[in-house]
C-alpha cells in the first residue's frame, strides 16, 4: 500500500464521464444528451441506443461482466439487481453481448419486497427503475466482480415515487424554477437555472472486526444496547483531530483511492470528537449527484473497512455515553451562470438579493420547522438529537454576529445601513501573519447554521441517505420563493416592494433564529415560548408529512402527491417498529443466552471459593458481599427480562402502523433502558475474564 496514488489520472477513472461520452458518442447525440442534463427534456430512444452501446464498450474494457439499475428504495439505502451483458448463445454456441436503449432505461425489479406503505398491494407488484441521466454511471467493483450500475428512479406502475430519488429531482426543478423567478427579478437574464449545491460531512466510527463479531448487538442492529462506559471516555478530547493511527491510515487511504475512481470528491479526514470516531468530508457539487455519492460513500467505507479487519459503524448511537455520528448537509443556491445566492460579499447589508434569499430562508425554516426536523428522522437519530453532543430537536436558524446585526437593523428602521466587519485577527505574534478574520464565529450547537456562503443542516443521522433532507429544504424553500416572486412581480415599486417583504418576512419569523446554546435547559423553554416545535422523537415527526399545509407545499410543487405522502408515514411508523423489535430481540437473546449463564456461573465459582474458605475455618465477608450483590443484580436482570419480554409480546399484537410505533416508543424503549441498567452495573463488579462479550474499553480503544 505504500505505492505512490497519482489522483488525476485515477479520478473519476470508473466513472462514465462527459469526458468519456465525449470521446465515444458521436457529436449530436453527445450535445443532446448533455442538453436535456442542462436544460431538462427526455432523450430520444436513437440516441439512448448510441449511449447504451458506448457504456457497455466502456464498462467492458474496464472487466465489467454486469450490470445493474441502481436505486433508492425507501429502505435508506440502495439496492441493485445484476445482470450481465450476455445475450442469447448463436447457433455455433458463441456468444455476443448485449446492451440497449431498452435495458438502460428501464428496468423492472421484482420488486414487490420493497416497503411501498400500501402504494401497492403484492398482486399489484410492478414497480420499474428509471434511468435518471443527470447522474452518471459508474463501475463498481467488490467481491461479486465489477458491475457497471446506472442510477435510476424506482417508481410503481401508476408512477408514484417508491424511492428517495424521485421525489429529490422533483424538488430540484422546483427549487430551480422559483429561484430563477428571483434572480430574474434582480436582472440576472442569462441564467437557465439555479442548482442545488450539496456537501455532506459523514462521521462514523471504525473497531475491530473480530470484537464485532463478538457482539450480536452490533452485528443485528449496528449499536451496542448494553455496555458500561469504559474508564476513560472522551473527556481528554486527545481524540479530536487527533494523529490518525496506522491502521485507520492504511484505511483512509485505499478508501480515498477507492473513492476517487468512482469520482467522489473525497477531500478532508480527520479523527472525531470520540474514540475510534472519524470524519470524511467530500468537496460539494450538485445535490443529486452529491446524494447519490454519499450512499457511494457509506458502501465504499464498509467494504474497505472489511478488508483492514474493521467495522465501519455508520450507526447514529452506536456506544452510549461518548458522541454518536452525524452528518453535516451543508447546502447552497447557485446559478448555471456561477452566481451563489448565498454568497454575502463583503457588506451584506447592501445585497438585497442576497438579504431577500436569507428573509425567504428564514421563513421557510419557521412555516415548515416540523417538517424539517422530520426529514432528520432515522431511529437511531432519536439517541442523538438532544442529547447535549448534537443539535437539539427544535429547528431554529444560526446567521451569526453579522447578519444578526443586518436583521436587527432591518426589524429595527426598515433599512440596514452597515455591516460589522470580521476584522484582522490580532496573534500577539510578530512573526505570524495577521489574517482576516470572518464575518462572525461559529455555533456548534444550532441545528440549521449560516456558514459563510452556505447553510449547514446538522441534524442529519450518519446512516441516512440526505434525499430527504434536500428534498424537504428545496421544497420550503422554493414555496418562500415562490410568494417572493409573485409579489414582486407584479409590484408598481420593485425597490418599495423587495424592502418591505424583507422586513415583513424577518418581522413575522425572526422568532426562529436563535444563536445561543443550543444543547441548554434554558433554550427548551426558551423556544417553548416562542411557539417553536419541539418533536423530541421520530414517531412524534412523522404525522407532519400529511397536515395541510405540507399537503398543500408538496402538491403545489409536485413533489410528493397525498397518497405518495400517506404511505411514507406508514413506512416511517413500519420502520421504527420493526427497528425497535428487532433491538428488543436482540436484547432478550443476549441476556438470556450470553449474559444470564455468565454471571451464574461466575456467581457458583465465588459461592465455592467460600465455601472453601468457610470449610478452611476462615470467614469470607468481602466474598461473600460480592455475592450477595451479584445475587441481586441477576434478581433485577431476571425481572427486567420478564417485563420486556411481556411488554415486547404485547407490542407484537398491535395492528395500527401508528399506534404500534407508539407503543414501541412508550413502553418498549423504557423496559430495554431497565434491563440494560442492571447488565452493565453487573459488568463492573464481575471478573472480566467471565465478561462474554467485549467492553467499551475493548471496543474503542483497541482498534
Ligand atoms: P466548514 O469549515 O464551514 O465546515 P468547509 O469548507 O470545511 O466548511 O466545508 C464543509 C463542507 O461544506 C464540505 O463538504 C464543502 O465542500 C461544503 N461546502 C463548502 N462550500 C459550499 C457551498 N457553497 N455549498 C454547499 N456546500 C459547500
Ligand atoms: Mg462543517
Not at 457588506?347 to 416540523?370: E, G
Not at 413575522?508 to 423556544?527: I, N, Q, T
Amino acid at each position: 500500500m505504500s505505492e505512490t496514488v497519482n489522483i488525476e489520472k485515477i479520478f473519476g477513472s470508473k466513472v462514465f464521464t462527459p469526458e468519456k461520452m465525449k470521446e465515444r458518442l458521436p457529436g449530436n447525440v453527445y450535445e443532446e444528451i448533455i442538453r436535456v442534463n442542462n436544460e431538462g427534456g427526455e432523450l430520444s430512444f436513437e440516441s439512448a441506443d448510441i449511449i447504451a452501446n458506448a457504456m457497455k464498450e466502456w464498462a467492458i474494457e474496464n472487466g465489467a461482466t454486469h450490470y445493474t439499475h441502481w436505486f433508492q428504495p425507501l429502505t435508506g439505502i440502495t439496492a441493485e439487481k445484476h445482470d450481465s451483458f450476455l445475450a442469447h448463445p448463436k447457433d455455433d454456441g458463441t456468444t455476443i453481448f448485449k446492451f440497449s436503449a431498452k435495458e438502460l432505461i428501464k428496468g423492472e425489479p421484482d420488486a414487490s419486497s420493497f416497503p411501498s406503505g400500501g402504494l401497492r398491494s403484492t398482486f399489484e407488484a410492478r414497480g420499474y427503475t428509471v434511468w435518471d441521466t443527470t447522474s452518471p454511471a459508474f463501475i463498481k467493483e467488490s467481491g461479486a466482480g465489477a458491475v457497471l450500475c446506472i442510477p435510476t428512479a424506482f417508481c410503481s406502475y401508476t408512477g408514484e415515487a417508491l424511492d428517495k430519488k424521485t421525489p429529490l429531482l422533483r424538488s430540484l426543478e422546483a427549487i430551480s424554477e422559483q429561484a430563477l423567478r428571483i434572480v430574474r427579478l434582480f436582472g440576472n437574464s442569462d441564467a437557465k437555472k439555479v442548482q442545488v449545491s450539496v456537501g455532506a460531512e459523514q462521521e462514523y466510527f471504525l473497531i475491530d472486526r473480530d470484537r464485532y463479531l463478538q457482539r450480536d448487538d452490533l452485528i443485528f442492529t449496528g449499536r451496542t444496547l448494553f455496555g458500561a462506559p469504559a474508564p476513560k471516555g472522551q473527556e481528554m478530547d486527545d481524540h479530536y483531530f487527533g494523529v490518525i493511527r496506522e491502521r485507520v491510515g492504511e484505511f483512509m487511504k485505499e478508501l480515498n483511492v477507492e473513492l476517487w475512481k468512482l469520482g467522489v470528491t473525497a477531500k478532508t479526514q480527520h479523527n472525531e470528537v470520540a474514540p475510534a470516531q472519524h470524519e470524511l468530508a467530500p468537496i460539494y457539487e450538485e445535490a443529486n449527484t452529491a446524494t447519490d455519492h454519499n450512499q457511494i460513500v457509506m458502501e465504499t467505507m464498509k467494504r474497505v473497512a472489511f478488508k483492514h479487519g474493521m467495522t465501519c459503524l455508520l450507526h447514529e448511537k452506536p456506544f452510549a455515553g461518548i458522541n454518536g455520528s452525524g452528518k453535516h448537509n451543508n447546502w447552497s443556491l447557485v446559478t448555471d451562470n456561477g452566481v451563489n445566492l448565498l454568497d454575502p460579499g463583503k457588506t451584506p447589508n447592501d445585497n438585497i438579493q442576497f438579504l431577500l434569499v436569507i428573509a425567504c430562508i428564514i421563513k421557510a425554516v419557521d412555516t415548515h420547522a416540523d417538517l424539517l426536523r422530520q426529514s432528520a428522522s432515522v431511529v437511531g437519530n432519536d439517541l442523538r438529537l438532544g442529547a447535549q453532543e448534537a443539535p437539539p430537536a427544535i429547528m431554529s436558524v444560526f446567521l451569526g454576529e453579522q447578519l444578526d446585526d443586518v436583521v436587527k437593523q432591518l426589524i429595527e428602521t426598515g433599512v440596514a445601513s452597515r455591516s460589522i466587519d470580521g476584522g484582522t485577527l490580532q496573534t500577539g505574534v510578530s512573526t505570524l501573519i495577521d489574517i482576516e478574520k470572518d464575518g462572525t464565529d461559529r455555533n456548534r450547537t444550532s441545528p440549521f447554521a449560516f456558514t459563510g456562503n452556505k447553510f449547514e443542516f446538522r441534524s442529519v443521522g450518519s446512516s441516512d441517505s440526505i434525499a430527504s433532507p434536500n428534498t424537504i429544504l428545496n421544497a420550503i424553500v422554493a414555496e418562500a420563493f415562490c410568494e417572493a416572486a409573485d409579489r414582486l412581480e407584479k409590484a408598481p415599486n420593485f425597490d418599495d416592494e423587495v424592502h418591505d417583504l424583507i422586513k415583513e418576512f424577518l418581522e413575522k419569523h425572526h422568532r426562529v433564529l436563535f444563536g445561543g446554546d443550543g444543547y441548554s435547559e434554558e433554550w427548551v423553554k426558551e423556544a417553548e415560548r416562542r411557539g417553536l416545535p419541539n418533536l423530541k422523537t421520530m414517531v412524534d415527526a412523522v404525522d407532519t408529512l400529511t397536515t395541510e399545509k405540507a399537503v398543500k407545499l408538496f402538491e403545489k410543487f409536485g413533489i410528493f402527491t397525498k397518497a405518495e405522502l400517506e404511505s411514507r408515514e406508514e413506512i416511517l411508523y413500519e420502520s421504527y417498529s420493526k427497528t425497535i423489535n428487532i433491538e428488543a430481540l436482540t436484547m432478550i437473546d443476549m441476556v438470556s443466552r450470553k449474559y444470564l449463564p455468565a454471571i451464574i456461573r461466575y456467581s457458583k465459582q465465588i459461592a465455592d471459593t467460600v465455601n472453601a474458605i468457610e470449610s478452611a475455618g476462615a470467614d469470607a465477608p468481602v466474598q461473600m458481599e460480592l455475592l450477595q450483590n451479584v445475587q441481586e443484580g441477576l434478581l433485577r436482570i431476571k425481572n427486567a427480562l420478564e417485563d420486556l419480554k411481556n411488554i415486547e409480546g404485547k407490542a407484537s399484537l398491535i395492528d395500527d402502523p401508528k399506534q404500534k410505533a407508539l407503543f414501541y416508543k412508550d413502553n418498549v424503549v423504557k423496559a430495554m433502558a431497565e434491563l440494560r441498567k442492571p447488565v452493565d452495573e453487573l459488568e463492573l463488579i464481575c471478573d472480566r475474564s467471565i465478561w462474554p462479550v467485549p467492553t467499551y474499553g475493548d471496543l474503542l480503544f483497541e482498534v
